[in-house]
């Protein structure tokens, strides 16, 4: 039992009156809390201008530079390969990978850097109300919760923000704000990044979005429609409408992007019709003779010298009849072959002056997609699933069909089934990338009860079960290679000399920790050295050692560690001319043969760049 707050009471009372005063701001203990800008408040209260801190428009809140550390702050960790949850590891070109989204966009930025055509983001919504996730975590990700600003100082996990809590939007700006900075990175130069949103964010994601990518690089605030509940059907009045769409903000890498042209195909092609050229509204300048018509009122559609243009295209098309294309096969065969669109005008029998319109196979969309529903349902187990729609539409309009599509919080995995589902329909081979952590499913949920441990899991199964649909079809990829987030392979060998005894000592000679196979490492040295994760990957015995060859001599890979390592066995791989090639540091025979590895490399294969771990 606790007397009243008088303080947070009396903020309270001048967020009424003046609710541009009141603000987020970091306490003495930390914590982010309501406070009165009194700047602000003075200026309010003053019919003059009042001296206060230099003006500047910016989007600032408590925690932003914090996040901006957390950004650019170095992990030592690694992408340890899982075979058994994978689907045709050894071929596939799509990867997905298990742990916290923050440590997957840095560990992915030597290799991905500007490599990546389309990220769709779908991130947990402010809703005001709600948990952004179940609070029922694995044991390992509170780590991840407090650093990334998921829970409090009290290990509360991040609610929505009521007034109460006090803590509005600056928590979720500083979750999602290192994110889309790591991301930037990863988009080619003619990349986009869609984020679906609702209105408890959409004005702050607008802003940090504005500083992250460049306000110029906004290309569309897109609106989708959502599911209206009818709860408010009992009530003779309502707080405020049922918000009957949502929000898809649309990024460029840089403004100079240009967008494709998206259109939306009819059920069927609309073929080529004529239409009067005479137009109602008024326009004296718009009227001349053509084809001996001189109208006394209204206006032709086109200026004069589009006009004659149009009637000496027709009349070329009718001295070429002979060929016997119909109008619609000309302008066709015109268009494909000049990339140029024929405008036509005739008279017809009847005297009227027409115009042909062109066949249609769609219309033009604009950034309104009310026509597509934004909510899914091909799992059971997820209340807010995109619809594959929506993201089909998006993949299919946004990357080309060799391009990387990454999502980093794939949640249900829709837009891995879009990738392959677009690919299906057009022979493509985009590739993609999904990004989810492991958070326990809550033991009430209809996951928990289907047998889900995590939500990862049934990410895995939903692209699993997506994959097999598509077997068969033109996609000739639908695997996709598991990598999860470790600590490094390398074993911690930083002690003090006093503290140091046999097992430290023992490190030194074998620096790879005993519970790391030879795979894992050759995933981090892929990491390291910027090689694309999802390489094929052979290998091979060469007397009697493993061998890894990565896109055949990309990376040529032998971490035997029981001193096997010989000249002749380096002079066979130098045979292979790889344009890189790592051993373990233990594997050599002798310090000869590790002194002697470089010049072998430098006399029969220049071009290798040899590595030691």
């Known amino acids: ?44 209260l ?22 901006l550390l957390m950004a650019n702050a170095p992990i030592a960790k690694t992408l340890r390969p899982c075979r058994e949850e994978s689907v045709d590891f050894d071929t596939t070109k799509n990867l997905f990978i298990e742990g916290d989204n923050l440590d997957a966009l840095k560990l992915l930025q030597e290799t991905y850097l500007g490599k990546v055509k389309l990220i769709y983001l779908d991130p947990p919504y402010n809703t005001g109300n709600d948990f952004i996730y179940e609070d029922d975590f694995a044991e390992g990700t509170e780590e991840f919760l407090r650093r990334s600003n998921q829970k409090d100082e009290e290990g509360n996990r991040l609610i929505a923000n009521t007034a109460a809590n006090g803590r509005f939007h600056s928590d979720w700006l500083s979750m999602i ?15 986009l990044i ?3 949103i609702d209105s408890h964010e959409v004005h702050n994601l607008r802003k940090l979005c504005d500083e992250v990518f460049g306000e110029g690089s906004h290309k569309n605030t897109i609106a989708v429609r959502r599911g209206i509940k009818n709860v408010q059907a009992q009530f003779d009045n309502v707080s405020s409408l049922s918000q009957g769409h949502e929000y898809v903000l649309l990024y460029s890498k840089n403004s100079e992007v240009r967008l494709p042209k998206l259109s939306l195909a009819h059920e069927d092609k609309k073929p080529g019709k004529w239409d009067t050229f005479w137009r109602g509204t008024d326009r004296p300048t718009m009227r001349y003779e053509l084809l001996g018509v001189h109208p006394e009122s209204g206006q032709w559609r086109w200026e004069k010298s589009r006009s004659l243009e149009a009637v000496d295209n027709y009349n070329k098309y009718l001295a070429q009849a002979e060929s016997g294309l119909s109008l619609d096969e000309y302008f066709i065969d015109h268009l494909t072959s000049t990339n140029i669109k024929l405008n036509f005008v005739r008279k017809n029998d009847e005297g009227t002056i027409q115009y042909y319109v062109p066949p249609s196979e769609g219309r033009l969309l604009s950034d309104n997609w009310m026509d597509i529903t934004l909510s899914g349902n091909e799992t059971q187990e997820f209340d807010t699933e995109k619809s594959v729609a929506l993201l089909q539409r998006i993949v299919e309009w946004a990357c080309d069909k060799n391009g990387i599509v990454l999502d980093f919080f794939a949640g249900s995995g829709t837009t891995a089934h ?36 995590a939500i990862s899991d049934i990410t895995k199964n939903r692209i ?32 003090a000399p006093d503290a140091l005894d046999k097992a430290s000592l023992d490190l030194f000679v074998d620096n790879i920790k005993p519970d790391r196979t030879a795979e894992d490492l050759l995933f981090q040295v892929m990491l390291d050295w910027g090689v694309d994760l999802a390489l094929p990957i052979e290998k091979q015995s060469i007397q009697g050692m ?61 071009g290798t760049e040899v590595k030691s771990i």
């Open 194 to 196: 869609f984020i679906s």
């Open 546 to 606: 493993d061998v890894f060859f990565v896109d055949d001599n990309a990376l040529t890979a032998c971490f035997d560690a029981h001193g096997g390592i010989d000249e002749d066995f380096v002079k066979e791989l130098a045979k292979h001319q790889p344009l890189r090639v790592v051993f373990c540091d233990a594997g050599f025979k002798s310090d000869d043969v590790k002194i002697n590895v470089e010049q072998i490399f430098k006399l029969l294969s220049p």
């Open 464 to 495: 699993r079960r997506a994959s097999e649909s598509f077997v068969g079809r033109n996609s000739p990829d639908v695997g996709f290679r598991v990598l999860k987030i470790d600590t490094s392979n390398m074993a911690d060998v930083y002690y």
């Open 177 to 191: 704000y290192p994110r889309l900075k790591l991301a930037r990175n990863l988009l080619a130069d003619d990349g």
């Open 46 to 67: 003053s019919d003059a201008i009042v001296e206060g801190p230099q003006e500047r428009y910016h989007l600032n809140w408590p925690g932003k530079r914090e996040a």
């Open 1 to 44: 039992m606790h007397s009243p707050n008088l303080t947070e009471n009396n903020i309270a009372r001048i967020r009424e009156i003046f609710p541009g005063c009141v603000t987020e701001a970091q306490g003495e203990d930390g914590s982010v809390k309501l406070a009165v800008d009194f700047d602000q408040l003075r200026q309010e």
């Open 418 to 453: 879009a990738t392959m589902a677009v690919n299906g329909k057009d022979g493509g081979e985009r590739k993609f990338i999904m990004v989810q952590l492991p958070e326990q499913c809550s033991e009430d949920s209809a996951a928990f009860n289907a047998g889900y441990k």
